[in-house]
């Protein structure tokens, strides 16, 4: 195994797999998949030790300038009121329909603020009506006049968004909360070339085995309780 916290931007590239997809002002960013080795918290000090695939170990201080994110499988019980959420859907007869949903868990006590929606990055085969949206959810129950769809109101800018979702829609559960990340988890990450030729690492992306389930994490919805 070779250690390689300390070891240039080279040894990086060495290990890593270019991106297909990078983010957006990364293009000369690099990707290496491994598992996570152990983490460390002291105080407000974070960070992850991660394993990639061809056996090198690298130290990533978990830091705000950076792309922290535990993802997981949900369902249908994360969307609800006082959640934060953002989606990307296809504005069809002055409504936005979706299937693919992302829940944002939120540390206690912090207040979700209301989110916009806007037309999304023109990419190859994408509707020209595709939008990206975010917001706090104020509400969520069947559509009147679409029964087969949940409506989903959002706290936007300016107005509320109602956001349709499908039968058997797809949420994906992202979290920053390092008590969720465990040894042998798997981990993509992120570097760009940082100061002296080292790896600056930009995102950390831990994948649950596990999905989460709704009433684990946030409780009995009311409704289900009654």
């Known amino acids: 195994m070779t250690r390689c916290c300390a070891i240039g931007f080279c040894c990086f590239l ?4 270019p ?3 990078q983010g957006p002002g990364q293009s000369n960013s690099i990707t290496a998949k491994g598992v996570v080795k152990s983490t460390t918290v002291k105080g407000r000090s974070r960070s992850v030790t991660v394993t990639t695939t ?3 170990e690298f130290d990533v201080a978990v830091t705000p300038r950076m792309k922290f994110e ?3 499988k ?3 019980g994360f969307v609800r009121p006082g959640q934060m959420l953002q989606a990307q859907g296809v504005l069809t007869n002055g409504r936005l329909f979706s299937n693919d949903v992302e829940v944002i868990l939120l540390p206690k006590g912090r207040t979700a603020p209301p989110g916009r929606m806007e037309k999304s990055a023109r990419s190859s085969g994408a509707s020209v009506n595709t939008f990206d949206v975010s917001g706090p959810i104020i509400a969520a129950q069947q559509d009147t006049d679409y029964p087969d769809y949940l409506a989903v109101a959002l706290k936007t800018i300016g107005k509320p968004t109602v956001l349709m979702l499908g039968q058997n829609f797809k949420v994906a559960v992202v979290s920053d909360d390092m008590e969720l990340v465990k040894e042998g988890m798997p981990v993509e990450l992120e570097a760009v070339p940082g100061p002296g030729g080292r790896p600056l690492f930009v995102r950390l992306t831990v994948a649950l085995p596990d ?4 009433e684990d994490v946030l409780g009995v919805l009311e409704a289900d309780a009654n």
Do not use: I
């Open 74 to 76: 949900g369902d249908a």
């Open 54 to 56: 061809e056996g090198n």
């Open 19 to 21: 991106l297909s997809a």
């Open 211 to 214: 999905p989460l389930k709704s």
């Open 14 to 17: 060495l290990l890593a797999t």
């Open 70 to 72: 535990v993802r997981a």
